[in-house]
């Protein structure tokens, strides 16, 4: 440390700093936030409000996935047999299996009883599928989906 000296204290000078023109296009970027946070958003909801172009799309439960009322169509049959969510119609071609769901009980139908099935037909991997929506006796008629095809709670 001998050789080192300690610089005397120098006092602050304050000086005036030179005032930086900006363009007419630099803002800064509080403003720009400003925009992105409160403007757009506004201009999107004046947009989607007036918008006159109504959606095409139909949305279904995925319930209803498997029903296609398009393809609607009546089986008249007689029952063979009442299985767990299905039922075995004996038709004047042959024999179908048609899915009913859980809403119709055990008891409802008795084997060999004529019955009138509103179904409609789905083709996929496993083959063709047949699915109730309606259910008619001569006692009355189980209503098992809607129109659209989503199971009605009993």
């Known amino acids: 440390m001998m050789g080192m000296s300690i610089p005397p204290k120098v006092p602050l000078v ?3 700093r030179a005032r930086v023109q ?15 946070l409160f403007a757009i958003p506004a201009l999107a909801q004046v947009t989607a409000s007036s918008g006159a172009v109504p959606c095409s799309v139909r949305i279904r439960p995925i319930a209803a996935a498997d ?3 398009a393809s609607e169509f009546t089986l008249q049959g007689t029952v063979i047999a009442v299985l767990d969510g299905a039922l075995k119609l004996r038709l004047p071609f042959g024999v179908i299996r048609v899915q009913v769901g859980q809403a119709l009980r055990h008891g409802t139908l008795a084997v060999g009883e ?5 179904a409609s037909r789905r083709q996929d991997d496993a083959g063709q599928r047949f699915v109730a929506r309606e259910v008619r006796t001569a006692s009355g008629t189980v209503v098992l989906r ?3 095809g989503v199971p009605v709670r009993p």
């Not at 900006?22 to 992105?36: K, M, T």
């Open 146 to 148: 809607d129109a659209q």
């Open 67 to 69: 029903y296609d009322p």
């Open 114 to 118: 004529t019955i009138e099935v509103l």
């Open 22 to 36: 900006r363009s007419p296009w630099n803002f800064g970027l509080r403003p720009w936030l400003a925009l992105l």
């Open 14 to 16: 304050r000086t005036k």
